[in-house]
């Protein structure tokens, strides 16, 4: 279903032939070979592989011809692969009082120290403070889930740890996946990738952590704003 517009984006198509780094994949436009950027370090084997048709934001000049964007997935639809578009399209649908569950809650500060950790937003109310934290998941499973992560993540598990000792502390603690797939129902961790971080998941949830989820899709050069607060199932 569309859903409300949050960005408009210029881009162009080209075909994956090979990741050849973390960083850089090599594809092919208009005849010709490119390498393009990518901003997202998962593994995303399902979305990054040799004919995989993509969407990219082109640039002048450096070693890439521009950052892919998206990764079309059948029928004029795509999905959002760049973390930096899905941020950039979340701070937009909050900005409009598009989240009702933050709806009130404005940014005091972003990549906040807490703990020895670095969480993406520090979070203030007229109810007080609170931290969110913010994962991409793209990985999309055949049951209609979208899925975080694709592979073990320690980082992810560091930053559910620092948000139940926030939440201990009583402040507001939310972590929020962007379900980035257009196909995709609910949002659910990867258990089978990374079971810790899964079970921290349930864990912090039982301690009052809030696991949210919000869905978005790129369609015609726009990122579309499909649930702001798609279900969750953490198993």
Known sequence: MRGGVLLSLRLEKAVALRRLNR???EAEAGGERILLHTRNTGRLL?????????????RSGGRTAGVIVGVEVGGGVAAVIDPYTQVAAFEDAWGRGLIGWLRGWGVRGREAAYRGSRIDYLL???????????KSAVYFSEDGACMYPDTISERGRRHVDRLVEARGEGLRAVIAF????PRCTHF??????????CEKLREARERGVEIRS????????????????LPVELG
């Open 178 to 181: 962007i379900a980035a797939h």
């Open 124 to 134: 203030e109310s007229a109810d007080g403070l609170g931290l969110l934290e913010v």
């Open 23 to 25: 960083f850089v994949v």
């Open 46 to 58: 399902d979305l990054l592989y040799p004919g995989a048709p993509l969407l990219y934001e082109p």
């Open 188 to 197: 659910r961790p990867c258990c089978s990738v990374d079971p810790i971080l």
């Open 214 to 229: 919000v869905k978005m899709h790129l369609e015609g050069g726009e990122v579309l704003l499909d649930s702001p607060d």
